[in-house]
């Protein structure tokens, strides 16, 4: 198991609820995003609608996808704000890998989108929330590789 596929070992699944193959051709040289959210969060629910935009607009000519690791207190809530998403989604009841994951990359507030290279797994943008919402919102420099900015604390969630 390579890149990104290394962080999950499974447990990802698409929206017909399949278990989805990180390692697959279809996800060779793609960049991926681990979306932290969850629908308390109303920062969340205003960059989510964004964040929707921005993947329908680019996720295949950049080579784009997104995992989901949700960060609602029950799973009812988790599916309820997940029907609107168009991607992938780690396992709400995987509650353990997600907090490996954020304790890996340093999540400490939502929302929060961490580009990695699907190849390698290592990180591209610690935070990419900004880039969507202010720097480049049409994607044109995207994935933007800047990985020594600080992630944003401006209307975020804390998780602690």
């Known amino acids: 198991m390579a890149g990104v596929a290394k962080y999950f070992n499974g447990n990802i699944f698409n929206k017909a609820n399949e278990e989805v193959d990180l390692n697959a051709r279809k996800y060779k040289r ?44 029950d799973e009812q809530s988790f599916y309820n704000y997940y029907q609107y998403m168009p991607w992938l989604r780690l396992d709400y009841r995987d509650r353990v890998k997600k907090q490996e994951l954020e304790y890996r990359f340093g999540v400490n507030g939502i929302p929060r989108l961490i580009l990695l290279d699907g190849d390698t797994g290592d990180v591209i943008l610690a935070d ?30 804390s998780l602690m």
């Open 30 to 73: 793609k960049i991926i995003g681990l979306y932290f959210s969850a629908h308390w969060c109303s920062p969340c629910l205003a960059f989510t609608p964004r964040l929707i935009e921005f993947y329908r607009a680019h996720a295949e000519e950049k080579k784009f996808e997104i995992i989901f690791l949700s960060s609602d207190y």
């Open 128 to 157: 990419a929330r900004e880039h969507i919402e202010r720097l480049d919102p049409q994607g044109q420099y995207f994935p933007w590789s800047n990985v020594e900015r600080e992630p944003s604390s401006c209307c975020s969630c």
